[in-house]
Each structure stands twice: as C-alpha cells, then as structure tokens.
C-alpha cells in the first residue's frame, strides 16, 4: 500500500472512528448522536411532508373560514339593516316622546298641579245638552267653565257652567262640544265634534285632508289648539274614514272614555287661563 | 519487527491491560496497549503502526474505554505521527524512544479529553498533573522496558 493510501485510509479511519463515539455518545435526554444524526437526515423530509400537509390545511381552513366569512358578512349586513331601520324609527320614537313629554311636561308642571278630583252625581235628561253629566266640584273648589274633564286619562269633556258645589260637564259626544285634535302619527289637526246622534261613544273628524294617511285604529290627541285642553291628552281612536266630499275625509272617531261608566273623573284648568295666569278660572256660564 | 513479536506484543499488552484493571490505580495510569502500539511505531513502518495502533486500541476500548472507538483514534493519532515522524528521525535510539513513550499516555489523555469537549460529554473525575506524570513515568518505563528487551534481542529496526 502506497504512503498516499495509507495516509487516506489513516484519514478515513478516524472519521469512521469519529462516528463510531458519536453515534454511542448519549445526551441528557438520552438521545444518541446516531439517533439525531438519523432526526437530522429525516427531519427535514417529515418537517416537508408536515409543512405542505399543513399548508393545504391551512388553504381548506382559510377557504372555510372565508365561506363562513361571507356568510357571516352577508348575515350582519341583514342584521345591520334592520338594526339602522330600528334606530330610524327609534329616533322617531324619541322625537315624538318628546314632543309628548314636553307636552305632558308643560300639563304637569301648570295644569295637573291644579287638578280636581270629582264625583259624577248626576245625568240631566233636560237641559241644552243631549250628553253632559254634572259633577260634584264647583267654584268653591276653583273649577270654573273650561275646565277639562278626564275619565281614567282620556278626554271625556270640558266644564261649561259651574256652581259653587257643583259644575256642569259637556261631554265630547255632544253636537255642540268640539276639541282640537291631533291625528298621532300624520300630525295633522281638526276640529272634533259629537255627532249627539244614538250610536255610542262616536264622534266625528270633518275636513281632514285626502292626502293624509288615515287608518282605522289610528289614534287621535288633544292637540292644544284650542287653548282649552292641553295637547297630548288621549282622545279617541279611529273607526272608520269616509270619503264623502271629493277633497277630504269625514272620520268617525270611537271616543276613548265610556260615558255609560263615568264615575271619578279628573278636572283639569284649561291651559288658556293657565297661561293666562288666570289661577281661579272660575266663572259662572260662558255658554 | 517481526509479525509474530508484534502479535506476541498486543497479547502481552492485552494480558497487562488486563490485570492491570484488576488494580483501580494501576489499571488507571498503565497503558499497556499503548506502550506497544507506540513501540510499533518506532521503526518508522506507518503500515505496521497503523495496524498495531487500531488493533491495541480497538483492544482497549473493548475492556475499558467508555465508547467504542475512543482509545482506537487515540492510539491511531498518536502512533501514525509518530511513524511519519520515525520514516525521517531515528527514533529508536534512547532519548527519542523515551521522549516517545512519555508523550503518549498524556497525549492519549489529551486526546480523550477532546473527544469529550468535541461530543459535549460530561467530563470524568478531573486528574491533577501528578496522574499525569506518574502515568507518563510507568507508561514510559514499561514502554522503554520493551525496547530494551527487543534492542537486545535485534529486533527493533529502521524501516
């Protein structure tokens, strides 16, 4: 054997020695030089093999959750719609909650603080009046002509005479008694009178505009006008809308208090000698 | 050196090596083996030493060494070198012959240690200067106890 070979084989020899204490040399955790030598070969190809199984993993997974993405948007979109048509309608809401409250507001902090309680003690069957009651508050107890007059928070009608013990209550089912109305939803007004005629607890809206949106069941409220009942008082509902003239539309209006079963009602100052200052409002007849 | 005397030499050593390790102390600082695979090397025959040095080493690791292979590279880079070194010096004179035999078993140490540091094993009971002038003394001793004998006898020469 040549030098150069033995030098060679000399080389090869304490490489392949080299390997033989590494393979046998065990690491703290166990493992031997062979066995990561060999997990340094393999690692790499099971590390492909995992990179590319979790890659087209990854792909399903994210091409899943895009599915469940587009659902998702389209869902919240829907959601999101209404939620802006209930915020819409909300705002609606809160605007005209407060238009009511400032209404309610103004009646409570000038009109219900003066407010009488009274007792229906009769039902004239003769007198100017197909449907009036008499009531037992008079001037003695500051109620004068005007005052209104509420059964269970519905308008039932105004006091037209009083007395010193006693006071004569028109009802809204009279021909003769009329209030200013306002329809709650279209916010238009009117004039609403009895009809006097036998049909109970029915009254009559005149010359309400064709344009306007009228509904049976729509609801109708004092709408302050008429410096006499303070707006957003309940008044009636809806029950019918005619179209008598070619122009507008004759309402028939249910009135919200049953007069069959007055009993206690509420006497309220009207809110022109509120406003007037008029704190006593009494007087003897103004009809 | 004649095939036979270096067969009879790794036999003799392997027997010492043995015996030695009867003897914690003496099987710690006698290196036999070592003596003989560096008494073949001598000569300046790299081909003879190459093989005496595997053989006694590979020997050694099969009765002691803590891997397989340890004492066989040991043996192996101790004995070549010294081969290369025995073609152009003559080392089987007295001074160089011992120089030789005292260098081994701290350079056979040094190059278990390296192994050690090189596969990141944890070390083994540290020893102080004194082991390793004491193992190069009896090492040295044996080693040049065998060259006189094979001196007297004719057997040692230069390739």
């Known amino acids: ?287 | 050196m004649r095939g036979r005397d270096v067969v009879a030499l790794v036999a003799l050593g392997f027997v010492l090596e043995v015996l030695a390790g009867l003897w914690p102390v003496a099987g710690r600082l006698f290196d036999p083996l070592l003596a003989i695979a560096v008494l073949a090397a001598l000569p300046g025959r790299t081909g003879t030493a190459f093989a005496v040095a595997l053989v006694t080493g590979l020997l050694a690791d099969g009765w002691s060494s803590r891997w397989i292979g340890e004492q066989a590279l040991a043996h192996l880079l101790i004995a070549y070198p010294l081969a290369l070194l025995g073609r152009r010096v003559d080392l089987l004179v007295p001074l160089p012959a011992l120089l030789a035999f005292l260098v081994a078993t701290p350079a056979s140490w040094a190059i278990g240690l390296a192994v050690g540091r090189l596969f990141d094993a944890p070390a083994g009971a540290g020893v102080g200067p004194l082991t390793w002038a004491a193992a190069a003394a009896v090492n040295g001793l044996f080693g040049m106890l065998l060259w006189h004998v094979l001196r007297r006898r004719d057997r040692l020469a230069p390739a």
Not at chain 1, 195 to 200: I, P, V, Y
Not at chain 1, 204 to 221: H, K, M, N, S
Not at chain 1, 254 to 268: G, H, I, M, N, Y
């Open chain 1, 1 to 287: 054997m040549t030098e150069r070979r033995l030098g060679l084989l000399f080389a090869v020899t304490c490489l392949a020695l080299l390997a033989l204490i590494a393979a046998q040399v065990r690491r703290p955790d166990g493992s031997t030089a062979l066995s990561r030598a060999a997990r340094a070969v393999v690692a790499p190809l099971v590390g492909g093999v995992l990179g590319a199984a979790r890659g087209v993993g990854g792909i399903l997974d994210h091409y899943v959750t895009l599915v469940g993405a587009r659902a998702e948007r389209d869902r919240l979109a829907r959601e999101l719609a209404a939620a802006q048509a209930r915020l819409a309608r909300t705002r609606e809401l809160e605007l005209e909650n407060l238009r009511l409250r400032t209404a309610l507001g103004l009646a409570r902090t000038t009109v219900f603080e003066r407010a009488v309680v009274a007792e229906v003690i009769a039902r004239p069957e003769h007198g100017p009046y197909r449907h009036a009651v008499i009531v037992d508050r008079g001037r003695a107890d500051g109620v004068g002509p005007d005052w209104v007059v509420l059964d269970r928070g519905a308008v039932a009608g105004r006091v037209v005479r009083a007395e010193r013990r006693r006071a004569e209550v028109l009802l809204l089912l009279d021909p003769d008694s009329g209030i200013a109305v306002r329809h709650r939803e279209g916010r238009f007004t009117g004039i609403l009178r009895g009809t006097g005629g036998t049909e109970a607890r029915l009254a009559r809206l005149d010359y309400v505009p064709r344009d306007q949106q009228v509904l049976a069941g729509d609801v109708l409220v004092t709408s302050g006008l008429d410096g006499i009942y303070p707006p957003g008082l309940l008044v009636g509902t809806v029950r019918r809308v005619r179209g008598d003239s070619p122009l507008t539309w004759t309402i028939d209006v249910e009135v919200a208090f049953d007069p069959a079963s007055l009993e206690t009602v509420l006497l309220l100052p009207p809110v022109g000698a509120v406003r007037g200052g008029d704190t006593d409002g009494a007087g003897e007849d103004d009809r």
